[in-house]
């Protein structure tokens, strides 16, 4: 019988961490099951509330920006289409996003009593928006469906954009969920940036209506103004506007936030039982 | 075979006495002193930082199959050294040589939640503690059966009686197969007859070769599990041994008579944000000119604290321990609004009430009924000595409390023979 023999020293955990981080993928999916079980507990609608929010805030978009605002659509796509997929691809960084960031302070009471690589609670909320993202791609297809709407073959580059997006939350949520740690003003902050972002992201409208202006290029440096058109690209087809360019912006800011988070993460979490 | 080696660990906490709870400093205030403090240099008392070893330079090493009590005093050191054992903090120097998979229990039902099942609870606590998925399975029926939950176990766990909580809790970490099992101030909850079960569950894992260290005040469960102890004291492990040994120089040593402890000025004083402790004093009224206490003598407590906040709801609660770590009561003062000042209470002990041995007082000071501003722990610790007349017998007399009780002996009928 072999014993495993570990020495326990300072810089222990450090030297172990991505081995470890292996080895707790079983308990990265129960934290995941967890909080998708949990969340809808005692509530009658239970997983039906995925699909109702983002339907009921297409309807009400719709109303305001098309009917009210008379905003025009990008040709050849339907306007509800067009604010669905933003939705849908908005709602899977912003879920993300705001869940990384509360995932320590959340799952407090392990931090304080059991050892195990911490970036795991992070991860576990990104399966857990992955998980939602899926039903409301579903709802997603079926609505494009019934407008007779089939997506194109540029879906094939969907995983791509997903996979974006997916950094994007993890890069500034690590970042949040550090702070969090010790200022407890990320839970009033967090909110209010997700509410900032659905307008100044190209959600409810064509990011198209913005070209030729002189801010454009300022737009543009939001990393997920190329993953939301990007996205809607790929559903809707070559009418959807989608300047390849926001692209580079969006890949090169996320991933050197990505990295600098996922550092910063790293080293800060030896303290996070000594201040949380 | 060693299974635990310890190599001269030491743990450093820096302690900030700008910023003496860092929990209650939202942003804005940290920006503001980060900024003062940039420009006022010379206020250097205020930025002071504290070193505090909550170890210092420990060596030990465990062999196979002990079973490892751990006794000392709040803040020995104790805690540190199982969250260190336990990888949730590092040593700041040295080492420890761990052979085999530790398993550690700080806490009864770690990361249970409420909402869910006992089935899903059993599924995510096992996870969290290490088990796989199959080990689980594999032990799902004997953790059910142990713990005795076998009808609510498709119910939430919000649902269970406390008892209930603490039986599946203990059930899963007592079947974590582990090498070396650690276990912290955890059977302090639950009912005599589970502890029990519990502990005779420590017993035969030690049995079949596996390795306990067991942290608790209660010396009773320390002397009854394990079969030898370490006595840890301001950092530093002062003794390890057989079992009765260290718990009876432990004994011997912390029983000193404390009656009286008192602070100049709130900031140099015991307390938080809201509240320092300025004054604790028990008074015996003594019989007589030997002034020892015995069961006969009455004490009053004297109990005083600044409170720094206008307005506040508080209320005291006060426990008195057995030198066993058992609480023999608790009482608490009713709860009403304070001005900003001292604040002082006075509890009445009478006498002909406890029985001879050793005992502590620790005060709690509450806000709104439900808040713990401040704990202050084993702040008032003294000796009642025996006295007995008129009893023709000398043992150790039984029992927490040596009541005056009118218990009275009679003759109620007297049996006609004739």
Same mark, same amino acid.
């Given at each position: 019988?072999?014993?495993?023999?570990?020495?326990?020293?300072?810089?222990?955990?450090?030297?172990?961490?991505?081995?470890?981080?292996?080895?707790?993928?079983?308990?990265?999916?129960?934290?995941?099951?967890?909080?998708?079980?949990?969340?809808?507990?005692?509530t009658?609608?239970?997983?039906?509330?995925?699909?109702?929010?983002?339907?009921a805030?297409?309807?009400? /978009?719709?109303?305001?920006?098309?009917?009210?605002?008379?905003?025009?659509?990008?040709?050849?796509?339907?306007?509800?289409?067009?604010?669905?997929?933003?939705?849908?691809?908005?709602?899977?960084?912003?879920?993300?996003?705001?869940? =990384?960031?509360?995932?320590?302070?959340?799952?407090?009471?392990?931090?304080?009593?059991?050892?195990?690589?911490?970036?795991?609670?992070?991860?576990?909320s990104?399966? *857990?928006?992955?998980?939602?993202?899926?039903?409301?791609?579903?709802?997603?297809?079926?609505?494009?469906?019934?407008?007779?709407?089939?997506?194109?073959?540029?879906?094939?580059?969907?995983?791509?954009?997903?996979?974006?997006?997916?950094?994007?939350?993890l890069?500034?949520?690590?970042?949040?969920?550090?702070?969090?740690?010790?200022?407890?003003?990320?839970?009033?902050?967090?909110?209010?940036?997700?509410?900032?972002?659905?307008?100044?992201?190209?959600?409810?409208?064509?990011?198209?209506?913005?070209?030729?202006?002189?801010?454009?290029?300022?737009?543009?440096?939001?990393p997920? *103004?190329?993953?939301?058109?990007?996205?809607?690209?790929?559903?809707?087809?070559?009418?959807?506007?989608?300047?390849?360019?926001?692209?580079?912006?969006?890949?090169?800011?996320?991933?050197?936030?990505?990295?600098?988070?996922?550092?910063?993460?790293?080293?800060?979490?030896?303290?996070?039982?000594?201040?949380? | 075979?060693?299974?635990?080696?310890?190599?001269?660990?030491?743990?450093?906490?820096?302690?900030?006495?700008?910023?003496?709870?860092?929990?209650?400093?939202?942003?804005?205030?940290?920006?503001?002193?980060?900024?003062?403090?940039?420009?006022?240099?010379?206020?250097?008392e205020?930025?002071?930082?504290?070193?505090?070893?909550?170890?210092?330079?420990?060596?030990?090493?465990?062999?196979?199959?002990?079973?490892?009590?751990? *006794?000392?005093?709040?803040?020995?050191?104790?805690?540190?050294?199982?969250?260190?054992?336990?990888?949730?903090?590092?040593?700041?120097?040295?080492?420890?040589?761990?052979?085999?998979?530790?398993?550690?229990?700080?806490?009864?039902?770690?990361?249970?939640?409420?909402?869910?099942?006992?089935?899903?609870?059993?599924?995510?606590?096992?996870?969290?503690?290490?088990?796989?998925?199959?080990?689980?399975?594999?032990?799902?029926?004997?953790?059910?059966?142990?713990?005795? =939950?076998?009808?609510?176990?498709?119910?939430?766990?919000?649902?269970?009686?406390?008892? /209930?909580?603490?039986?599946?809790?203990?059930?899963?970490?007592?079947?974590?197969?582990?090498e070396?099992?650690?276990?912290?101030e955890?059977?302090?909850?639950?009912?005599?007859?589970?502890?029990?079960?519990?502990?005779?569950?420590?017993?035969?894992?030690?049995?079949?070769?596996?390795?306990?260290?067991?942290?608790?005040?209660?010396?009773?469960?320390?002397?009854?599990?394990?079969?030898?102890?370490?006595?840890?004291?301001?950092?530093?492990?002062?003794?390890?041994?057989?079992?009765?040994?260290?718990?009876?120089s432990?004994?011997?040593?912390?029983?000193?008579?404390a009656?009286?402890?008192?602070?100049?000025?709130p900031?140099?004083?015991?307390?938080?944000?809201?509240?320092?402790?300025?004054?604790?004093?028990?008074?015996?009224?003594?019989?007589d000119?030997?002034q020892?206490?015995?069961?006969?003598?009455?004490?009053?407590?004297?109990?005083?604290?600044?409170?720094?906040?206008?307005?506040?709801?508080?209320?005291?609660?006060l426990?008195?321990?057995?030198?066993?770590?058992?609480?023999?009561f608790?009482?608490?003062?009713?709860?009403?609004?304070?001005?900003?000042? =001292? =604040?002082a209470a006075?509890?009445?002990?009478?006498?002909?009430?406890?029985?001879?041995?050793?005992?502590?007082?620790?005060?709690?000071?509450?806000?709104?009924?439900?808040?713990?501003?401040?704990?202050?722990?084993?702040?008032?610790?003294?000796?009642?000595?025996?006295?007995?007349?008129?009893?023709?017998?000398?043992?150790?007399?039984?029992?927490?409390?040596?009541?005056?009780?009118?218990?009275?002996?009679?003759?109620?009928?007297?049996?006609?023979?004739?």
């Open positions: 019988m072999g014993v495993q023999e570990t020495k326990i020293e300072a810089g222990y955990a450090a030297k172990n961490y991505w081995r470890d981080l292996l080895n707790n993928t079983e308990l990265l999916v129960i934290l995941a099951k967890r909080d998708i079980s949990v969340r809808y507990k005692q009658f609608l239970g997983m039906g509330w995925v699909v109702l929010r983002p339907f805030t297409t309807m009400v /978009m719709v109303f305001v920006f098309s009917y009210i605002a008379k905003l025009k659509s990008d040709p050849g796509v339907p306007y509800p289409l067009m604010v669905l997929s933003g939705i849908t691809i908005w709602t899977f960084f912003s879920n993300t996003f705001a869940q =990384v960031s509360v995932s320590i302070l959340y799952n407090s009471n392990l931090v304080t009593k059991v050892y195990f690589p911490r970036l795991l609670m992070p991860l576990s990104v399966v *857990v928006g992955l998980v939602d993202f899926l039903v409301t791609f579903g709802l997603y297809i079926a609505i494009a469906t019934w407008y007779q709407h089939p997506p194109t073959a540029n879906i094939l580059y969907l995983p791509l954009f997903v996979i974006l997006s997916l950094m994007a939350s890069a500034f949520g690590l970042f949040f969920a550090v702070i969090n740690v010790r200022f407890r003003d990320v839970a009033q902050l967090i909110p209010f940036l997700v509410q900032i972002g659905f307008y100044i992201c190209p959600i409810a409208y064509s990011s198209s209506l913005g070209q030729g202006e002189w801010w454009y290029k300022y737009y543009t440096l939001n997920l *103004v190329g993953i939301i058109d990007g996205f809607r690209w790929c559903l809707l087809g070559e009418g959807a506007y989608f300047n390849p360019n926001s692209l580079i912006a969006s890949v090169v800011v996320v991933s050197l936030f990505l990295v600098f988070s996922v550092y910063y993460f790293k080293r800060e979490e030896r303290s996070f039982v000594d201040h949380i | 075979m060693q299974v635990i080696t310890a190599e001269n660990v030491s743990k450093k906490y820096i302690i900030d006495h700008k910023r003496k709870s860092v929990k209650n400093l939202d942003l804005k205030q940290t920006i503001t002193q980060k900024i003062k403090g940039f420009w006022d240099k010379s206020d250097g205020n930025t002071e930082k504290e070193e505090f070893w909550a170890l210092k330079g420990v060596d030990f090493s465990i062999n196979q199959g002990d079973r490892i009590g751990i *006794v000392g005093h709040n803040g020995a050191g104790k805690s540190t050294l199982l969250k260190i054992l336990s990888k949730i903090t590092e040593p700041t120097t040295g080492s420890i040589t761990v052979r085999g998979r530790v398993a550690s229990l700080l806490e009864v039902g770690t990361g249970f939640h409420p909402e869910l099942t006992g089935r899903e609870n059993i599924f995510l606590n096992g996870a969290i503690l290490g088990m796989r998925k199959e080990e689980i399975r594999k032990h799902f029926d004997t953790i059910v059966d142990f713990a005795g =939950v076998e009808k609510f176990l498709d119910t939430p766990v919000k649902r269970y009686s406390s008892g /209930m909580y603490v039986r599946l809790g203990f059930a899963i970490a007592a079947h974590l197969n582990p070396i099992l650690i276990i912290d955890v059977l302090a909850v639950g009912d005599a007859e589970f502890q029990k079960k519990c502990l005779g569950n420590m017993r035969e894992l030690a049995d079949s070769g596996r390795t306990i260290l067991f942290v608790s005040h209660n010396l009773t469960a320390i002397q009854a599990l394990c079969n030898k102890a370490m006595y840890f004291e301001k950092g530093q492990l002062l003794m390890q041994g057989e079992t009765n040994h260290v718990v009876t432990y004994l011997s040593r912390v029983s000193k008579t009656l009286k402890q008192t602070w100049e000025a900031a140099t004083a015991p307390g938080g944000d809201q509240v320092r402790v300025k004054r604790i004093e028990l008074e015996p009224q003594y019989k000119a030997l020892h206490i015995d069961i006969r003598t009455s004490m009053k407590l004297h109990f005083e604290f600044w409170n720094m906040e206008d307005g506040a709801k508080l209320n005291l609660s426990h008195l321990f057995a030198f066993t770590g058992e609480c023999v608790n009482v608490g003062t009713s709860s009403r609004a304070f001005e900003q000042g =001292v =604040v006075t509890l009445d002990i009478p006498g002909h009430f406890l029985n001879d041995g050793s005992y502590s007082i620790s005060v709690m000071i509450v806000k709104d009924t439900s808040t713990v501003l401040y704990n202050l722990e084993e702040a008032i610790s003294f000796d009642i000595e025996d006295h007995r007349v008129g009893v023709t017998w000398y043992d150790k007399w039984p029992g927490y409390v040596r009541p005056n009780l009118n218990f009275e002996i009679y003759q109620a009928e007297i049996a006609v023979n004739d």
